[in-house]
């Protein structure tokens, strides 16, 4: 009787509209064997006003409950005033920040329909516009970076400016690649806990200061960097699991919003690091051996490793020591001390207990990869090739599995973008863009009769910010370093000097941009550093750079009798 009495029965909701319930609540006697008494409490709350029902707080439990019991009592759900109250205002907008990437847009329609200067085809000009609104957008970011990327190839072919051939090209290039992987294997790292594990163990010695675990970090990348001549897989294979799990060790995760507690200070501070090491040998970076062949043929002198190291140590020093402690006056991190941090790592790592299958499993795979990187190149066995065994043997043995590489968004967003960019970088060279500024370069420096200081000065300026035009190392190298060697010997520099600060700057200038080097995407990618900042930041050290590499690098070299 009560529950036919309530079919009735018109039940007032929270703003006075009405949910008349069906004939048909009988059915609910099936359900609920205590149908009557539930039914007249609803009743009951349902006369009380509704500010005396419910709180607040809860609301939401309040409103999900009475829709539960009229869905089962009347088999169709009842859709609360509040709700239709929401639907009905104005939805947010969720795509794009329009007004940056009106801006990307706008600046590169300016330089598509401007006319291009002589020597340049329609074609390469027209890329470059594609070029520059993308890079405008992936500073701005109105979207992911992905998603701008995208963007930018989609304007470039349907412009007919590249095929679909040309747009994609670089999505087989084995850099992108060798990211992502790194990106998977880091997720190895921390989830066995071996990560975990090595960031306590290095906390417990050096963790009394976040000062302390930098240098550790940045120093221990510089040593092995002779080793390891990819830089994408030395920075992003191995260190980047370790510095990520110091940091999230230590209370710093960007999931959490803690990122600035120490994460931020230390990551910008490892990728400015890994610039500089690579700097410093010729086989710490697999581009440095194409600036030795290339100055073979241009001043017809052969670099050796000896003297490349030599010549690069003083500057490389000062600027390993240096750059942290600028980087803590300028970037700060939160926690700057933490003197019972190392106990309390001795304490954690008591806890862990002896290693895990996963563990000792995720640490041949690490070494194994490591010691191809290092020796595989004797044997055929490039990077990406050693860094899939690796992945191989964490996939058969369920150490991760291939869902969870698919969920890893920040190795497929890298990837995306940066292939993006290095096709689009690759072709600006095809088409002839490069090679006619780097003409115009030598033309205009070598006809103003300056002395070979100032002329090498300005060579070496527009040589090492032109790379912003690139994503690879290795193409501006390719594209522009033989030119701009010949016009500074041409003007008076000596040409071993000039070689050599050449191709040491081919590295260090891949501190200002998030793909301007190997270690940047993966680094960036991370999320610990805010895009803002990561280009301010490597702004002022880029000046840095260049006064300790032409300063004291060049008294250095100087005593070296190398001008």
């Known amino acids: 009787m009560a529950a036919n009495h309530m079919t ?49 707080k809860e609301e939401g439990e309040e409103t999900k409950r009475w829709s539960q019991v009229v869905t089962c009592a009347t088999g169709r759900k009842a859709t609360p005033a509040v709700v239709n109250a929401a639907a009905a205002a104005p939805s947010e907008w969720k795509g794009a920040d329009l007004k940056n990437l009106g801006l990307a847009v706008a600046v590169g329609a300016a330089i598509y329909f401007c006319p291009h200067p002589a020597g340049i085809t329609t074609q390469a000009w027209h890329l470059l516009a594609v070029f520059v609104g993308t890079i405008i957008g992936i500073i701005t970011a109105p979207l992911p970076l992905g998603a701008v990327a995208m963007i930018g190839l989609c304007a470039s072919m349907m412009t007919k400016t590249l095929t679909f051939a040309q747009a994609f090209a670089a999505f087989s290039n084995q850099i992108p690649w060798l990211i992502a992987i790194a990106f998977f294997l880091a997720k190895g790292f921390i989830k066995t806990g071996l990560g975990t594990r090595i960031a ?9 200061t976040t000062l302390g675990l930098t240098y550790s970090l940045v120093f221990s990348e510089a040593l092995l960097a002779p080793a390891i001549p990819s830089l994408a897989a030395r920075a992003g294979g191995i260190f980047l699991p370790l510095a990520k799990a110091l940091c999230v060790a230590c209370g710093s995760d960007p999931e959490n919003g803690t990122e600035s507690r120490m994460g931020s200070y230390l990551m910008k501070t490892f990728f400015q690091g890994t610039c500089i090491s690579s ?6 970076m697999a581009a440095n051996p194409l600036s030795v062949n290339l100055a073979a043929a241009a001043i017809g002198e052969t670099i050796s490793w000896t003297q490349w190291a030599v010549a690069a140590f003083v500057p490389g020093l000062v600027c390993l020591i240096t750059m942290p402690l600028i980087l803590y006056v300028i970037y700060p991190p939160e926690v700057k001390d933490s003197p019972e941090a190392p106990a309390k790592a001795k304490e954690e790592l008591a806890k862990l207990g002896p290693m895990s299958g996963d563990e000792k499993i995720m640490a041949v795979s690490l070494l194994s990869t490591v010691a191809m990187w290092v020796f595989g190149a004797n044997y055929g066995i490039n990077a990406v090739a050693a860094a899939l065994s690796g992945l191989t043997i964490l996939l058969v043995t369920g150490v991760i599995s291939w869902k969870e590489c698919l969920n890893e968004n920040g190795a497929w967003n890298t990837f995306t973008w940066f292939a993006a960019l290095i096709s689009m970088a690759g072709c600006l060279n095809k088409f002839g863009l490069i090679p006619w500024f780097s003409q115009q370069v030598v033309s205009v420096v070598g006809g103003w009769g300056l002395a070979w200081q100032p002329a ?4 070496v300026l527009l040589y090492y910010y032109s790379h912003y035009l690139f994503a690879s190392g290795a193409a501006h190298i390719g594209a522009m370093y033989t030119a701009f060697l010949s016009v500074a010997v041409a003007c008076g520099a000596p040409p071993l000097m000039a070689a050599l600060c050449l191709g040491m700057l081919s590295n260090i200038m891949g501190c200002f941009t998030t793909y301007g080097i190997g270690s940047a995407p993966p680094i960036f990618g991370t999320g610990y550093v805010p895009l803002n900042k990561w280009y301010t930041l490597g702004g002022i050290l880029s000046v840095y750079y260049l006064f300790v590499w032409l300063g004291i690098g060049g008294a250095w070299w100087k005593v070296l009798g190398l001008w």
């Open 456 to 459: 090498f000065l300005i060579i």
């Open 8 to 56: 009735k029965r018109n039940v007032k909701q929270r703003d006075g509209r009405t949910v008349k319930a069906n004939a048909g609540l009988g059915r609910a006697t099936g359900v609920f064997r205590t149908t009557g008494r539930t039914l007249r409490k609803v009743a009951t709350e349902a006369r009380r006003p509704w500010a005396q029902r419910v709180t607040r």
């Open 279 to 284: 700097a410093m040998f010729i086989t710490a």
């Open 200 to 208: 306590y163990y290095v906390v417990s010695i050096f963790g009394k």
